[in-house]
């Protein structure tokens, strides 16, 4: 049954509140058990090392599944796999608030992780097929501010939630949200079906294995200092990969066709994608460790020096519109890029000396351009892809996010554990290892920006809001 048109902007009005309240529970809840592991793991009368298998069975859940949520979207309709998400994460943000010992916690975060992995990528392939092409941007934009401020939020509403009440909350704090998110699903959410092709079983499998092992060396790569499982699982991770190429060149109908990469501005938006957040991922992680380990202050007080990084973030989403109409997707993406990457080195100016509140402008300032990246990267990515491959491209993007964000986090923690074992380098100060590492992050952020010289100038005038 057709929508009338009055219904149609109503729709259209709440759809990025509704993915909104998604992306935001998913961005928070993937970092703000960073800051609670020690409490839990007192309760649950655990070892605290232990206590990350409680990271990684969610990361990997949602590596592992996150390419399906295009068949099944497609299959049993949008609405309906949707609200199927929400009630999952909420379930198992309950269960999660409930266990009594840590195999009960992991399995608690499979099934939210499970959730997870449907929610974002259906949310906005929703968002996808209700706005046409010069309207997309715009609503992209507002729902993809809980991305921006989840990560930032995370650590500071942990920490506070653990000293004031109680770590069972950080699950608890989800299900108000997903109620929320299943009652406005319920009354506005459009239910997209397409025609249902058969299920690439065999490629889902190799491709859930490739980024079920990625998933696990990025895990190892950040928390570990033995290379030989970390080598183990990339070499696997890559060989997965290729043999997923080669099914995918056999099959009719693979889960994630390759000729999705012979639309040039999706091959440059998700290959920018994962490059460029190798510095943007892993700042909210090493300002903080920075401010408590070199500064010596308190995790309340780290959290808080990350906080304005969500405020420019909301301020900037005003601007991003104007911006890319002026100035085209190829140059705001080149210069933007520039400019994050200065900011990051730029936070090894202040030395140990300096007041560490000489990084707060920085870190603001860093918010505001990071929403312009993060609106441009995606919305460029999806603007040529055919109907028929929306689903799938749309899955792709979300996977790759998923493993770029893990990358950024791990590479960033290598990187400061390498400058940190030389100690003749850092003459015996760990505030110096924190700055080199924003140095070199920094500079590989600025380089990464070359990524979007293949974009035409004209490329994303089809996104365009025309007045």
Avoid at 86 to 105: I, R
Wanted: aromatic share 10%; with cysteine; charged share 10%.
């Amino acid at each position: 049954m057709k929508a009338a048109p009055m219904e149609i902007q109503q729709i259209k009005k709440v759809l990025p509140i509704i993915l909104a309240t998604a992306i935001f529970m998913q961005m928070l809840d993937s970092t703000i058990l960073n800051t609670s592991l020690p409490s839990i793991a007192r309760d649950l009368q655990e070892s605290p090392l232990n206590m990350q298998n409680a990271i990684i069975s969610y990361v990997l859940t949602l590596a592992l599944f996150m390419p399906i949520s295009g068949f099944l979207a497609d299959k049993f309709g949008t609405k309906k796999i949707f609200i199927l998400s929400l009630t999952l994460f909420a379930l198992g943000s309950l269960f999660c608030s409930l266990s009594q010992n840590l195999n009960q916690l992991v399995l608690s975060r499979v099934l939210q992780g499970f959730g997870g992995s449907l929610m974002t990528p259906v949310g906005r392939l929703t968002l996808i097929k209700t706005y046409p092409k010069n309207e997309l941007v715009k609503a992209m934009n507002y729902a993809i501010v809980p991305a921006l401020i989840g990560p930032v939020l995370g650590p500071l509403v942990g920490g506070y939630l653990v000293d004031y009440l109680s770590w069972h909350w950080i699950f608890l704090i989800n299900i108000p949200i997903a109620i929320l998110g299943i009652l406005l699903s319920i009354k506005f959410l459009p239910d997209y079906t397409s025609k249902s092709l058969e299920f690439d079983l065999k490629g889902f499998l190799i491709f859930g294995a490739a980024s079920f092992m990625l998933s696990i060396s990025l895990e190892l790569l950040g928390n570990s200092v033995q290379t030989t499982p970390i080598l183990l699982a990339l070499t696997l991770g890559f060989l997965m990969l290729y043999f997923y190429y080669r099914h995918a060149k056999k099959e009719e109908n693979p889960i994630f066709p390759l000729n999705l990469f012979q639309v040039r501005t999706f091959r440059v938006g998700i290959l920018g994608n994962l490059v460029t957040r190798i510095g943007i991922s892993s700042v909210p992680l090493l300002l903080p460790l920075m401010i408590q380990i070199a500064y010596k202050q308190s995790a309340v007080v780290s959290g808080w020096m990350v906080a304005p990084m969500a405020l420019t973030a909301m301020f900037g989403k005003s601007f991003v519109i104007r911006i890319l109409n002026r100035f085209g997707y190829r140059k705001t993406l080149l210069i933007n890029t520039l400019v994050i990457g200065l900011l990051i080195c730029s936070m090894a100016l202040p030395g140990i000396h300096s007041s560490f509140y000489w990084h707060l402008p920085l870190i603001a300032i860093l918010g505001f351009f990071n929403s312009i990246q993060f609106t441009s990267m995606n919305s460029i990515a999806i603007a040529n892809l055919r109907p028929y491959h929306t689903s799938s491209g749309n899955s792709l993007i979300s996977v790759n996010q998923q493993l770029a964000i893990g990358f950024g986090i791990a590479f960033g923690l290598v990187i400061l554990k390498l400058f940190e074992g030389d100690v003749k380098l850092i003459q015996h100060d760990i505030h110096n290892a924190f700055r080199y590492t924003f140095l070199v992050i920094g500079s590989l952020t600025v380089l990464s920006g070359l990524v979007f010289r293949r974009l035409h100038f004209r490329d994303g005038d089809n996104l365009k809001v025309r007045n």
